[in-house]
């Protein structure tokens, strides 16, 4: 029986990438109540719960681009008029780059604006 490691492991992943260029898109698609964090992103993939991936996530006013695994916990199907909203909420389920911190650091930096979320 062959073994691989957490690192084989996490290539073998299917991988995404979201751009949240702006602190409006930071927090449109952060999903706060999601445990450990997590992000929306649109998509008409047909992914369905449970599903993994490796995450791209370049967030503003950062050089680097951050990496975590995720696992879809919620599912927003196409809506008549609404096509912006379809996509999945994903949660982080190994946040070794300590991204939740990251988003929220940032977040609460630009305080409360109103500005509404992809999912309320």
Known sequence: METQT??????ALPKKRIVLGTEAQLRRYYMPFIKGGGLFLT???PLKNGDE???????FGEQN???VKCKVVWLAPSKPGRPEQQGV????IDDKAMLKN???SKLAAIGNT???????
Not at 6 to 11: L, S
Not at 53 to 59: A, D, G, N, S
């Open 6 to 11: 957490v690192a084989q492991a996490e290539a």
């Open 43 to 45: 998509t008409d993939e």
């Open 53 to 59: 991936f490796l995450l791209e996530v370049r967030l």
């Open 65 to 67: 681009s951050v990496f």
């Open 89 to 92: 909420g994903v949660q982080f």
């Open 102 to 104: 990251m988003i929220e």
């Open 114 to 120: 109103g500005t509404p979320t992809a999912t309320m």
